[in-house]
C-alpha cells in the first residue's frame, strides 16, 4: 500500500523559515507528480506547488519567490521550503502524489495526513 508521510511543520515566528517533507512509501510503485496543498481554518484546500517526476514545478502566485518546491525521486520524497513565513501561511500543509503501480498505466491519487504549520510572534 502507499502512505504519504509528511514532517516539519511547527510554530515559527514571522519571517522564519521552515521545511517541509513528505516521504512516500510503497514497492513497487512510482511517484508520478507530487504536490503540496495547504488549508487555513474557515477556507478551501489549495495548491501551494506542485512537481512533476521530471522536475517541473508550479508555484502558486501568491507564494512565489518564498516558497520552492523539490524532489529527490530516489527517496520518494518532496520538500517545500518556505521563507519569509507570514501569519496568514498559517494553515494544515497535506502533501498530495499521483501513484501508479510499475509497468501499469494506472494513476491513484493520494494525500497525507497534514502537518500543521503555525507562523505567530
Known amino acids: 500500500q502507499v502512505q504519504l508521510v509528511e514532517s516539519g511543520g511547527g510554530l515559527v515566528q514571522p519571517g522564519g523559515s521552515l521545511r517541509l517533507s513528505c516521504k512516500g512509501s510503497?514497492?513497487?510503485?512510482?511517484?508520478?507528480?507530487m504536490a503540496w496543498y495547504r488549508q487555513a481554518p474557515g477556507t478551501q484546500r489549495e495548491l501551494v506547488a506542485s512537481?512533476?517526476?521530471?522536475?517541473?514545478?508550479n508555484v502558486a502566485d501568491s507564494v512565489k519567490g518564498r516558497f520552492t518546491i523539490s524532489r529527490d525521486n530516489a527517496e520518494n520524497t518532496v520538500y517545500l521550503q518556505i521563507n519569509s513565513l507570514k501569519p496568514e501561511d498559517t494553515a494544515v500543509y497535506y502533501c498530495n502524489a499521483d501513484v501508479q503501480p510499475i509497468g501499469i498505466m494506472r494513476l491513484t491519487n493520494y494525500w497525507g495526513q497534514g502537518t500543521q504549520v503555525t507562523v505567530s510572534s
Open positions: 510503497g514497492t513497487l510503485f512510482i511517484f508520478n507528480t
Open positions: 512537481i512533476s517526476r521530471l522536475g517541473m514545478t
